[in-house]
C-alpha cells in the first residue's frame, strides 16, 4: 500500500509552540541583550574555573546588576524562561554546552504522565 499522504500538510507534524516558549521568544525580543549578557557572565565563571554553574544563579546575577545600575527593580525575567535560556546558550555558544545542568522536556500535553 502506498503512502503517498504522509506528504500532505494534514498529516505533517506541526511545530506549534507552547505557551511558555512564546513567552520566551517575547522575553527575547523585548530584551535583545538578555542572551548575550547572560553569555558573557558565563564565560566570566568559566575564566575563573568554573566548569558547570547554575542559569538560576546567572538570572540572580544580572537582577542584581541592572538593579545596582539602573535604580530600578532590575532585570524582569520570569524564573520559567531558566531552561529556555540554558538550551538557547549552549545553541549559540557551543563553549558553554554541558555548562548548565538541563533535564529532558517532556512531550507537550504529558504533564503528570510517568515515561
Known amino acids: 500500500m502506498s503512502e503517498f499522504y504522509k506528504d500532505l500538510p494534514l498529516f505533517k507534524p506541526t511545530l506549534k509552540m507552547s ?5 520566551w521568544e517575547d522575553c527575547k525580543k523585548n530584551q535583545p541583550d538578555l542572551i548575550p549578557k547572560l553569555a558573557e557572565l558565563a564565560f566570566e565563571l568559566q575564566r575563573r574555573g ?3 554553574y547554575s542559569i538560576s544563579g546567572l538570572f540572580h546575577i544580572l ?6 545600575t539602573t535604580g530600578d ?5 520570569n524564573n520559567n524562561h531558566q531552561p529556555f535560556a540554558a538550551r ?8 558553554l554546552i554541558g555548562f548548565f545542568e ?3 522536556q517532556k512531550p507537550k500535553g504529558t504533564w503528570g504522565q510517568i515515561f
Open 102 to 104: 538541563t533535564r529532558m
Open 88 to 95: 538557547e546558550l549552549m545553541i549559540k555558544y557551543p563553549q
Open 73 to 77: 527593580l532590575g532585570l524582569k525575567v
Open 63 to 68: 537582577r542584581w546588576e541592572t538593579s545596582a
Open 19 to 23: 505557551k511558555l516558549q512564546q513567552q
Open 50 to 52: 568554573h566548569s558547570k
